[in-house]
């Protein structure tokens, strides 16, 4: 996006859809108010959440749209840099492996997930069942289908996380379409 100001951005949201499952991929820029130390200022880059999903019933004929909910949360990486930090540096990535209600719990850091993004990204994606054990979630609350979708999509979902990172870093640092200099910012679809 050579020319593109970051002002021109609109958060963009890629859903991906398994059984009880799915993926959502969002862009994000935020000012936290009541930082933690070493956290403060703007943060951008790219949020993955992995989503409880619920197909409804049909409103009309069978040709007829279907409603899908996406529902709380199960996990979370956040794929972040300091606005004023070197592109590339990952110096804010972390990832919540327990969410409470629509709550995430404490920031994880790990030295990995800041070095290799996309790879520890594409590993925890392919171990659904790793992840959920770790988040504390009951294996019962997905299906085999869902396993087994997630890691043979991984690859995709993985190569649209680096597109995504790709045009948040081409649209530079500033805050987004809409966002005004403030004490909190939040612009995104997650």
């Known amino acids: 996006m050579p020319g593109t100001s970051a002002k021109d951005v609109v958060p963009v949201l890629y859903l991906f859809g398994f059984d009880r499952i799915g993926v959502a991929v969002s862009d994000i820029y935020f000012v936290d108010p009541n930082p933690l130390e070493g956290q403060e200022g703007a943060e951008r880059g790219v949020r993955l959440e992995l989503r409880r999903l619920a197909p409804g019933e049909l409103k009309g004929s069978i040709y007829s749209a279907r409603p ?19 592109p590339g ?4 990535t972390h990832h919540h492996p327990g969410v409470k209600g629509w ?16 790879e520890w990204l594409g590993e925890r994606l392919a171990d659904l069942e790793g992840v959920l054990k770790e988040s504390g979630v009951a294996r019962d609350e997905v299906t ?17 996380v680096g597109r995504l990172l790709g045009s948040v870093r081409a649209a530079g640092p500033g805050a987004p379409a809409g966002a005004e200099p403030a004490t909190s910012v939040r612009a995104s679809w997650l």
């Open 103 to 118: 709550e995430p719990g404490r920031r994880v850091f790990d030295e990995r997930l800041s070095a290799e993004p996309l």
């Open 68 to 86: 899908i909910t996406v529902e709380r949360p199960i996990w979370r990486v956040d794929l972040l840099e300091s606005v004023t930090g070197t």
């Open 144 to 160: 085999d289908a869902d396993v087994t979708g997630l890691r043979e999509r991984a690859p995709e979902i993985v190569e649209t």
């Open 89 to 92: 540096s990952f110096d804010r």
